[in-house]
């Protein structure tokens, strides 16, 4: 991993030993992913701190990513969470491919790997991905961790909006953010497609709103995927909208307002209330079309 991979301020926190014992990376795309994974391993790097992590210690050796082996919500079909390359004090877990959610079980998981014994001389971490799609009862149980933390044990949390995490999670974290890539161009194929199709849901009618949303439906794991990004690109695409219209002075913001929060309550409904994908796409997409921000 390069040095500029670590967010700032998280370098002088590694130099300084400042380390708190839990995180919260939040922004879009996989920038939050691969700042969490480059500061657990920079945590357990025995080489200079002002460059880690340095590749070139035996930690560093050990927390080299290889192919990740896949992780079974369930226990059932695979591992319930893994290790960052072989190494034994870093822990990762996010949804299985098949799963709509960070099950309980998981965080279960990580209280028992974490609490089983302490690092003799070092940091251990656990980053849990996904953290939007923890439930309230996930949530609780995280909770116990974050209040009782191990010692010299830090976790990190991973989300693209933290909205859809408890306030009481949220205010055991510090806060690290990462913004967008800048620029159409550093948007994938994907994400153009859907800032072109937002751009014009001022004229759809309501059976065409429809139709986009009745793309959301099949099985929900997918389902709820796509929908968690059409989301997460909404309210991106709002929130310049609106800091646009205020820029040119536009007082008529309101239904663009309510509409973002409606597109964060969607967020919420669609983690941890289990709500079906194409009824939350289509209460989001109705919104943005009624919020007049063309």
């Not at 849901?201 to 968690?228: C, F, K, M």
């Amino acid at each position: 991993m390069a040095q500029a991979t670590l967010a700032e301020g998280l370098r002088e926190s590694l130099v300084a030993d400042r380390i708190h014992s839990a995180y919260l990376f939040s922004g879009p795309g996989e920038g939050p992913r691969d700042g969490a994974l480059a500061f657990v391993r920079a945590l357990v790097c025995r080489g200079d701190r002002a460059l880690a992590p340095c590749e070139a210690c035996r930690s560093c050796r050990t927390s080299t990513p290889g192919e990740p082996i896949a992780i079974d919500g369930t226990g059932k079909k695979g591992p319930m969470l893994r290790h960052v390359g072989d190494h034994p004090d870093l822990l990762w877990v996010e949804r299985g491919p098949d799963d709509t959610r960070v099950r309980i079980g998981q965080v279960r998981a990580v209280q028992s790997a974490l609490r089983l014994r302490g690092p003799e001389d070092g940091w251990r971490a656990a980053v849990i991905a996904d953290a939007e799609w923890l439930n309230q009862e996930s949530q609780n149980a995280l909770l116990r961790l974050l209040e009782e933390p191990p010692t010299r044990t830090s976790l990190v949390l991973v989300t693209q909006s933290p909205s859809g995490l408890l306030a009481t999670v949220r205010s055991r974290c510090q806060r690290v953010g990462f913004e967008a890539p800048r620029g159409v161009a550093a948007l994938s194929e994907a994400a153009r497609e859907q800032l072109a199709a937002l751009d014009g849901i001022g004229r759809l009618s309501i059976p065409q709103v429809l139709d986009w949303a009745e793309s959301y439906r099949g099985p929900r794991a997918v389902a709820a995927e796509g929908t968690n990004d059409l989301l997460a690109g909404a309210a991106a695409w709002l929130h310049a909208r609106l800091s646009s219209a205020s820029e040119q002075g536009r007082r008529d913001l309101d239904a663009g307002l309510r509409a973002f929060d409606t597109v964060q309550s969607c967020r919420k409904a669609l983690a941890q209330r289990n709500a079906n994908p194409q009824m939350v796409a289509e209460r989001a997409l109705l919104a943005l079309r009624e919020a007049g921000l063309e």
